[in-house]
């Protein structure tokens, strides 16, 4: 972690950065984030991950004093405040200081995080990731909401496994992982859901990237049917696009990264299809 954060405009350490306990976040998991990649000092894909920031507190309810141009520069300062010019950036919403517990403060609270960047394991690339599955479907799916308990709950399990996330099914559909959207090749055919999920702006840009060499289908499916997938993967600002060989005790095709997805891989980061 770096050492300054942004709290309500301010720039202060992070181990001294606090909000009271009566923030509806701590009080009823009342908030919002979102999360992006800065390289090289430049904020990427900027006006697609702050248009889903407020699309997210706009279908949450939450009333933001802030214009997007006045993020953008936050951003950019705090960055240039911690010299961090490859790093993760975490937008945080809350409700607010409550009066009495429920409902929202007079204004949130808005809190800037500067993450130290992740650098995977590039077996988990070559050799295929794993993933867990679990019974669940989020709540307003579409908003990018910080209550991630399920998640948290499972990482016993996850660490288990050795997985790097939680694939959601929830009435015979699967719908994405906890930090990821996913997708099946099924005969070099691609199908990813497109309902009651967060529209992922990697997801956005690898769609841009694949759909003039493959044919992609938006559809549900279900676990039974990803599991019998030739090839699953995921997408995420911090994976890009990432195979997965193991979803629970099962393979998936044969266990490793497949053929599509080491060509899916290459066309995602050819520099033509970036938006």
């Known amino acids: 972690m770096h050492k300054y954060v942004m709290l ?3 720039f202060i350490e992070y181990n001294k950065a606090v909000v009271p306990i009566s923030d509806l976040a701590i009080q009823r998991g009342y908030g919002i984030f979102d999360f992006f990649r800065i390289e090289e000092g430049v904020f990427l894909f900027s ?10 507190m706009k279908r949450s309810g939450i009333d933001f004093p802030y214009y997007r141009e006045d993020v953008h520069n936050m951003v950019v300062s705090l960055v240039k405040k911690n010299e961090a010019p490859n790093s993760y950036i975490k937008l945080i919403v ?3 200081n409550s009066p009495d517990g429920f409902n929202p403060g007079e204004k949130p609270n808005f809190m800037i995080i500067n993450h130290e960047m992740k650098i995977w394991d590039n077996n988990l690339f070559s050799k295929g990731a794993n993933l867990i599955s679990d019974e669940f479907m989020r709540p307003f799916p579409s908003a990018k909401s910080t209550n991630y308990m399920n998640a948290v709950r499972l990482i016993p399990k996850m660490k288990k496994y050795n997985a790097v996330d939680v694939v959601y099914h929830f ?6 992982t906890s930090r990821a959207n996913i997708f099946l090749v099924k005969k070099n055919k691609i199908f990813t859901p497109n309902k009651n999920i967060l529209e992922g702006v990697t997801r956005k840009r690898f769609i841009k990237a694949v759909k003039s060499e493959y044919e992609l289908e938006f559809k549900s499916f279900s676990l039974k049917k990803l599991l019998k997938a030739d090839e699953v993967f995921i997408t995420s600002t911090t994976k890009d696009v990432m195979p997965i060989a193991k979803i629970d005790k099962h393979k998936i095709g044969k266990g490793k990264t497949g053929k599509v997805s080491k060509k899916l891989i290459k066309l995602f980061n050819r520099k033509e299809y970036q938006i």
């Open 8 to 10: 309500n405009g301010d």
């Open 47 to 56: 006006e697609y991950y702050i248009d889903r920031f407020y699309k997210s």
């Open 94 to 96: 809350t409700g607010g």
């Open 171 to 176: 009435d015979n559909k699967v719908y994405e």
